[in-house]
Every structure is written in C-alpha cells, then in structure tokens.
C-alpha cells in the first residue's frame, strides 16, 4: 500500500500563477478531502468529495481555488491566479466511505506551496 | 459548529509521562481521534476511542474520555525523543461521512 500520494512536494511560484496540486488517493478508498495547513489558522478543510462527487466546498477561500475529481484515483487542486497570503502545506487524505466512523482518514505527505 | 480546542506547546523530560488534553463543543461527537504530525510529514492516525467508552490502553498511549466534561486526553507513558511532534485531536459525528474537525495541534517538545 503505497499510502496518499500527492505531488509536487514543494512547489515555489510567483504571485499571479497558475498552481496545480495533484493527489492519489489509497486504491479502494471513496472519500477524498483536501486540507490547508497554517501555522495561523491551524488544518483547515476545503473542500471533500465522496465517490468523485463534490460534497462541500465551503472552505474553499475564494473563487480562485477550484478542486476536481475526474475519476476515483485523482484529484487536483489548482489555484489561479495565486497569492502570497495562499502559502501554506496543503494535505490530500482519503479514506474509505462506510457505515462506521472508525475508517480512519490516511493524509499525504504534503504540498508545500510558497507564492512570492 | 464543532470547535476543538488544545494548548499549543508542552515540554517534558525524556522518561516522564505527557499528558496532551483536548476540548470539544459537540455532545454527538461519536468518534474521537488522536494524530501526530512529525516534521515534513502528513498527520498519521495514532489511536482513536469512541464516546461510548471511557478509556483505552494501547502500549505507552492512554486515552481518556470524560464526555460529561467533553474533555479527551492523550496520555504518552516514558516519553521519547522520538515523540517529539505535533499532536491533534480531532471529532466526528456518527452521520454519513461527516468529516474530522481538528485541534489546531499541541507541539510536543521532549528534553533529553
């Protein structure tokens, strides 16, 4: 089991670029959920997807930040254009849907994203 | 909505316990959890209790759940420098796949 794979590890861009994050999730897990994570607000979710379809996006910052998820095996968040104030580490985790709540959440390594 | 509340730092000696406590708002929370954050690392499940219980025993970890207080505890038995991280805790409610709602995370510091 490879684990929540997300790509790239570190990614450095200027203010007012397009950024993509990309993440795999565990194979046979339906629920996938991106997070952002700073050192002021603490893990923040943005945005969950269960079985590839949007659930809430309510933390999603602004209309600048759009998720998707084309198929049960990836996911990207991009960010267009990006601001410094969106540097932070953002988390893929997954896990898989079921009736009981102890299916634990797997996170990834981590993107962390510097905008200058 | 759910608000989790930790203190931010704890320091302990290597060899002593530590105790990481949390506080939580939502009397449905069903499901509670403890991750730990290492260095440039993703936050990995550490152990997790569920409201119907009031403790849990696994090696050096101790959970306590007081749910009349909504107060959880993480309890490290001869604390490593390896345990040295940050600790989250976190709640779910038992409806549908409502997602964790985390601590902002304790920094467990341990002096050798």
């Known amino acids: 089991d490879a684990g929540v794979i997300q790509s790239p590890r570190h990614e450095v861009t200027e203010m007012g670029q397009e950024v993509t994050l990309r993440c795999k999730p565990i194979s046979g897990h339906n629920s996938l959920f991106w997070y952002r994570q700073t050192m002021m607000r603490g893990l923040e979710l943005l945005i969950y997807?269960?079985?590839?379809?949007?659930?809430?996006d309510s933390g999603m910052p602004e209309d600048r930040f759009s998720a998707k998820m084309p198929n049960a095996s990836f996911s990207t968040l991009k960010i267009q254009p990006s601001e410094p104030r969106d540097s932070a580490v953002y988390f893929c985790?997954?896990?898989?849907?079921?009736?009981?709540?102890?299916?634990?959440?797997?996170f990834g390594n981590g993107t962390r994203l510097t905008v200058t | 909505g759910e608000d989790v509340e930790q203190s931010l730092f704890l320091s302990v000696r290597e060899g002593d316990s530590s105790v990481i406590n949390c506080t939580y708002t939502d009397s449905s929370s069903t499901y509670l959890y403890w991750y730990k954050q290492e260095p440039g690392a993703g936050l990995q499940l550490l152990t997790y209790i569920f409201s119907n219980m009031d403790m849990k025993q696994d090696q050096r970890l101790t959970v306590l759940l007081n749910k009349k207080d909504k107060h959880l505890s993480l309890r490290i038995a001869d604390t490593q420098t390896g345990d040295s991280a940050i600790y989250f805790c976190?709640?779910?409610?038992?409806?549908?796949?409502?997602?964790?709602?985390f601590g902002k995370g304790t920094r467990l510091s341990v002096i050798a």
């Open positions: 997807f269960n079985n590839n379809v949007p659930i809430d």
């Open positions: 976190a709640t779910r409610r038992n409806s549908g796949n409502t997602p964790l709602v």
């Open positions: 985790a997954s896990r898989a849907l079921s009736g009981q709540g102890q299916s634990p959440l797997h």
